[in-house]
């Protein structure tokens, strides 16, 4: 399938029940992404649990509601931050060369979430992350300049009913798109259904338009192979980031190990080299009584 197809849930306690609608065949290229709309929504380990239990080839990234935030106080902003961040650690997390990826969802009125993207990034430096992928979608008006670091996915809104969707106006819309900002990042198409069998619907008319529009539309197969290239590129790019991050935890590991031998060694010429000869003597006795070693030792 061409286009990655993001299922915005209310709420965590819905990804189990997406999780088992979603068979093999409708996981390629979908996230699961829940609405959070307060910290205590994913505080504790009730909503990591839920991750625990769905397959990982199933991912997910935490949607955050920007109406939230335009009277949220500054506490409320921090602790949401960090809970944000815990979430980063699971496997099946959604992650674009190692780095997470959240999306904020819904206007954002006056640009408010800025405070909210700078905390989540500070938290996530502090645990290791290099940096953390912002997507807003792209088609949603925002209040004043964008927001820097924040990238602007093109997509499009879908509900339960999607009979009367024009896929090809959406391809060509995507391809002038990419073409302006000189990226081909893939089209992502928001579903916002009440329940996955909503979903699963969507997804399946979805899988026909695309079948029909590649074997009938010339332009739509070049679409498809730009988004197979894009796929190819960026499953490359995720093992080199890995690699990368291995081996420098590899490497500060050896640093810390060096560190602790130079301080061993240290700590010997400061305690042990420094004692007289004759208090040397007497303790290689002591062992000798100990039995630690041997009594001709003590001539050789």
């Known amino acids: 399938m061409l286009s990655q197809k993001w299922i915005l849930l209310e709420g965590l306690e819905k990804l189990i029940g997406a999780g088992k609608a979603l068979d093999t065949r409708h996981r390629e290229d979908i996230v699961l992404c829940p609405i959070i709309r ?17 397959p990982n080839d199933l991912m997910v990234a935490l949607s ?19 809970n944000l961040v815990v979430y980063f650690f699971q496997v099946n997390y959604l992650k674009r060369e190692n780095h997470p990826v959240l999306i904020f969802w819904g206007r954002d009125e006056g640009g408010k979430s800025d405070k909210l993207a700078l905390s989540v990034r500070l938290r996530a430096l502090e645990q290791g992350f290099s940096d ?56 992502v198409i928001f579903l916002h259904c009440g329940d996955p069998s909503g979903a699963i619907r969507v997804l399946d008319l979805l899988s026909t338009l695309e079948n029909d529009l590649e074997a009938t539309n010339p332009l739509f197969r070049i679409a498809l192979l730009l988004g197979r290239i894009n796929k190819d590129l960026q499953r490359k790019r995720q093992l080199l980031a890995i690699t990368e991050f291995d081996n420098k ?18 700590w010997y010429e400061d305690q ?3 004692l007289p000869l004759w208090y040397k003597r007497f303790g290689h006795i002591i062992k000798v009584f100990m039995g630690k070693r041997s009594f001709k030792s003590l001539f050789k």
């Open 132 to 187: 953390i992928v912002i997507c807003r979608d792209g088609q949603i008006e925002v209040d004043g300049p964008p927001a820097p670091g924040i990238e602007y996915v093109f997509g499009s809104q879908l509900s339960g009913d999607a009979t009367y969707f024009n896929y090809e106006e959406f391809v060509q819309d995507w391809l002038k798109y990419a073409g302006d900002i000189g990226n081909i990042t893939l089209p």
């Open 249 to 266: 935890n590899k490497t500060d590991y050896v640093a810390m190990q060096k560190v602790e031998l130079l301080k061993t060694l240290q």
């Open 38 to 54: 307060s910290a205590g929504e994913i505080s504790g380990p009730y909503g990591l649990g839920m991750l625990h239990d769905l």
């Open 64 to 82: 955050v509601d920007l109406s939230f935030f335009q009277e949220a106080d500054p506490a409320s902003v921090e602790a949401l931050a960090t």
């Open 272 to 274: 042990y080299e420094v």
